[in-house]
């Protein structure tokens, strides 16, 4: 099954093809990836994805599938859960987990860097409605959020 989001993944992997590493593109690195790991995983924004650290992917990268931990106090819900992190993301983490020395903060995606980012660039995060599936699955809900363009 295509939907909106496989267009959008496949719209964005289009434009950034794969993480190039150069003096100075560091932080256009952290927003391409925030926008990758919100695209693929469905996760918010400002409730969860703000408040991950390098430490937590390092973590996922280290388990097989690399899998994320998002424990209570870092889910808007208080809901525990697991992320399965796609190839894509992955392969965008890595080097930037290796360079993590360049950032000024222990969370991988500083929301507020990257909020200005995505205004200036005219990307919106927005709040959707979607239909619970009849039998509800690890982390689905009943609202999710999605970016645009």
């Known amino acids: 099954m295509y939907t909106g989001r496989d267009s959008l993944i ?3 992997g289009a434009v950034v093809g794969s993480p190039r590493f150069e003096p100075g593109i560091f932080a256009s690195n952290i927003i391409v990836l925030s926008i990758l790991f919100a695209a693929y995983t469905g996760q918010r924004p400002d409730a969860t994805i703000g ?3 390098f430490e937590d992917f390092e973590d996922a990268l280290m388990r097989n599938p690399p899998m994320l931990w998002v424990p209570a106090e870092k889910d808007k819900e208080s809901f525990p859960h697991w992320v399965p992190l796609h190839p894509v993301v992955v392969e965008w983490t890595k080097p930037i987990i290796e360079l993590k020395h360049m950032g000024q903060s ?4 500083p929301y507020d860097l990257i909020r200005k980012a995505l205004d200036e660039l005219d990307i919106k995060a927005v ?3 979607a ?3 009849p039998a509800p699955t690890l982390g689905s809900s009943s609202s999710r959020c999605a970016i645009t363009f």
Request: hydrophobic letters at 25%; proline letters at 0%.
């Open 106 to 109: 222990k969370r991988i995606f």
């Open 51 to 53: 408040k991950l650290t």
């Open 127 to 129: 709040h959707t409605q």
């Open 10 to 12: 496949s719209s964005i």
């Open 131 to 133: 239909e619970r599936s």
